[in-house]
C-alpha cells in the first residue's frame, strides 16, 4: 500500500511557473515508477510526465516538453513536477500515481490504468 499526497497548486499567471510535489509513504518508493496525470474540467485524465525507480528514464507528454520537468529524490519519497511558461490550457487538478517497476525504463508510461496508486490531486489554475 502507497499514500501520496500532492501540493504546491495554487493560481498563476500565464507565463509564471509552479512547482508540484508528491509525497509517497512507505519504504520501497525507489522501486515505484511515478507519473503526473491532470483532468482539466469537463475532460479526460491525461498524462504529463512520468519517471522510472531510478530516475533513469524520463517520459513526458508532447504538450509539455521544454516546459515541465519531472524528477524524484528518494531520500525524500517525494516526486516533483517543475512546471513553467505556464498557458491557461495547463489549468487543471494534478495528480500523482505510481506503479512497482523494477527497472529504469518504463513502458505503458502515459496509460492510466496501469498505475495502481494515485493521490487526491492538487488544483493548478492559470489565469491570462
Known amino acids: 500500500q502507497v499514500q501520496l499526497v500532492e501540493s504546491g497548486g495554487g493560481l498563476v499567471q500565464a507565463g509564471g511557473s509552479l512547482r508540484l510535489s508528491c509525497a509517497a509513504s512507505?519504504?520501497?518508493?525507489?522501486?515505484?515508477?511515478m507519473v503526473w496525470f491532470r483532468q482539466a474540467p469537463g475532460k479526460e485524465r491525461d498524462f504529463a510526465a512520468a519517471?522510472?525507480?531510478?530516475?533513469?528514464?524520463?517520459y513526458y507528454a508532447d504538450s509539455v516538453k521544454g516546459r515541465f520537468t519531472i524528477c524524484r529524490d528518494n531520500a525524500k519519497n517525494t516526486v516533483y513536477l517543475q512546471m513553467n511558461s505556464l498557458k491557461p490550457e495547463n489549468t487543471a487538478v494534478y495528480y500523482c500515481?505510481?506503479?512497482?517497476?523494477?527497472?529504469?525504463?518504463?513502458?505503458?508510461?502515459?496509460?492510466?490504468?496501469?498505475?495502481?496508486?494515485w493521490g487526491q490531486g492538487t488544483q493548478v489554475t492559470v489565469s491570462s
Open positions: 512507505g519504504r520501497t518508493f525507489s522501486n515505484y515508477a
Open positions: 519517471i522510472t525507480r531510478s530516475s533513469g528514464s524520463t
Open positions: 500515481a505510481a506503479r512497482p517497476t523494477p527497472a529504469n525504463y518504463l513502458t505503458n508510461y502515459a496509460v492510466s490504468n496501469y498505475y495502481a496508486y
